[in-house]
């Protein structure tokens, strides 16, 4: 399977723990997102890497967020002190080095904050 | 600012009817890209379409058909002859083209049911 991989698909948590999403993207992809889902909403940027760089962060992502991609292939995105709003779909898409360039999603890890 | 607006939550139709699914947007660039997506039960998002701002053309692909106008900014879908295999939740959405930010703007979704 040569898509975007996710893991895991779901984590179930108590508030204040801390959980990690780790994002495979297609190998020849150089920018890979982070996106989440809440029912009945669409999905919302988080974050976005090109390669390993880090080139923008939503207001969203509060300083409990932080998202890795050291070398510029996998990424792991970290909540610290989990809070029982951060419950949602996580997202990962990645996509080619190019403005046009549609995004190619996983199938997500959903959280789940007790 | 940058906004994909899409007004109807939810649609059902019968199997084999016509439906349309609404998308409008906002933004101040010249250059822009917009997407539909569609998410089935699975969750998976899956591409669908791509139209960038300098081409107005419609797109037909299959029973599928995209009709976009700049002079109301929208960029609305048609299923035609609907299936069952169609009920899923379909996401407009919009790429800034030249601006430093790079990411997808998503719509609120339309969740469309098609009933045998």
């Known amino acids: 399977d040569t898509g975007v991989s996710q893991d895991p698909r779901h984590k179930i948590t108590k508030r204040g723990q801390n959980v990690t999403f780790r994002c495979d993207p297609i190998?020849?992809?150089?920018?890979l997102y982070w996106y989440r889902q809440t029912l009945g909403q669409g999905p919302e940027f988080l974050t976005y890497?090109?390669?390993?760089?880090?080139?923008?962060k939503s207001r969203l992502l509060s300083d409990r967020f932080s998202a890795e991609r050291p070398k510029g292939s996998f990424s792991t995105l970290e909540i610290q002190r989990t809070e029982q709003g951060d419950s949602a779909m996580y997202l990962c898409?990645?996509?080619?080095?190019?403005?046009?360039?549609?995004?190619?999603f996983g199938e997500g890890s959903r959280l789940t904050v007790l | 600012a940058q906004k994909v607006t899409q007004a109807q939550t939810e649609i059902s139709v019968v199997e084999k009817e016509d439906v349309t699914l609404d998308c409008v947007y906002e933004?101040?660039?010249?250059?822009?890209?917009l997407f539909w997506y569609k998410q089935p039960p699975s969750g998976e998002l899956v591409f669908l379409i791509r139209?960038?701002?300098?081409?107005?053309q419609n797109e037909i692909s299959g029973r599928y058909s995209w009709n976009f106008q700049k002079s109301t900014s929208s960029f609305n879908f048609t299923i035609t002859a609907s299936q069952v295999v169609d009920s899923a939740v379909y996401f407009c959405a919009l790429r800034m083209g030249y601006s430093s930010a790079s990411k997808i703007i998503f719509g609120s979704g339309t969740r469309l049911s098609i009933r045998p």
């Open positions: 898409a990645s996509s080619r080095d190019q403005n046009t360039g549609e995004l190619f």
């Open positions: 190998s020849e992809h150089n920018r």
């Open positions: 139209r960038n701002s300098f081409d107005e």
């Open positions: 933004t101040r660039d010249t250059t822009y890209y």
């Open positions: 890497f090109q390669n390993e760089a880090q080139l923008e």
